[in-house]
């Protein structure tokens, strides 16, 4: 066997298909992306319309196969659209990415109802009734990858976690009862937990530079992470390397979570 047939059979992701929320920007941009062009056809799913176009038509110029839905996920009937629209696409996933969130963070003692509920909603709802739909299905045809991406707030409380970190938690601990549930079906179940990552999300912080290199200094490499950090682990966890793989918390974060 060649070095390219080996590394093709351990890494490919030709035949399958993958939605990928929050996919037309930051991490879930990287992600859709490296998903693509190691063969998978993807679908990405966020709201903003501009953005989703330019995503595709990107995907496209690299010879990729994708496709765009425009939903909310804040609402179970945008999360319903969502998953028939990612469907009529190019059929039942074998790839689920949950990227999509939301990051507000006013004073803990001044957070109301409306964003936790919000909160909850997107970065936590979502996910779940995602897996809830397609989960099943890749468990009764014997192969699947769920992928989410949670938070170092999931662990730790800093510059205002708020209602943010609770539901980053509540993601990774989805991941694990959702690998408990289908991982001896072949659907493995795994959670990328980022450092402080220079995207949109995070744009209240990147305004402050001191915090900002505050933050990189916490790392072990000197640097915040970037977009592009997260590609070659999203396609690890999303191919048959991962196999053995589920029910994890795998830090992609320079070595924050560590210093």
């Avoid at 176009?53 to 496709?67: F, S, W, Y």
């Avoid at 601990?173 to 959670?191: D, F, H, K």
């Avoid at 999300?201 to 000197?222: E, F, Y």
Wanted: net charge negative; proline share 4%.
């Amino acid at each position: 066997m060649d070095t390219s047939t080996y590394f093709s059979e351990l890494f490919s992701l030709d035949g399958r298909v993958a939605v990928v929320t929050g996919g037309s920007s930051g991490i879930g941009r990287a992600i859709a992306e490296a998903l693509a062009r190691a063969g998978a056809a993807v679908v990405v799913v966020a709201r903003r319309e501009a953005e989703l176009d330019a995503t595709v038509g990107e995907l496209r110029a690299l010879g990729c196969r994708a496709a765009r839905v425009s939903a909310d996920l804040a609402t179970r009937d945008g999360v319903r659209a969502a998953a028939d629209g990612a469907v009529a696409a190019f059929g039942e996933p074998d790839i689920l990415v949950n990227c999509a969130a939301v990051n507000l963070r006013p004073p803990f003692g001044e957070l109301g109802e409306d964003v936790w509920d919000t909160t909850m909603a997107v970065n936590l709802d979502a996910p779940f009734l995602l897996g809830q739909r397609f989960g099943p299905g890749m468990a009764e045809r014997g192969h699947g990858r769920i992928i989410h991406v949670s938070s170092q707030q999931a662990h730790r409380a800093f510059v205002q976690s708020g209602a943010y970190g609770v539901s980053k938690g509540g993601l990774e601990s989805l991941a694990r009862s959702q690998a408990e549930a289908w991982s001896p079906y072949g659907v493995t179940c795994n959670t990328l937990v980022p450092g402080f990552v220079m995207t949109p999300l995070n744009s209240h912080l990147s305004a402050q530079p001191g915090k900002v290199a505050a933050l990189a200094d916490r790392t072990l490499v000197g640097r915040n992470g970037l977009p592009g950090d997260f590609a070659g682990a999203a396609v690890f966890l999303a191919s048959r390397a991962s196999a053995y793989v589920t029910g994890q918390s795998v830090y992609v974060d320079g070595g924050f979570h560590a210093h």
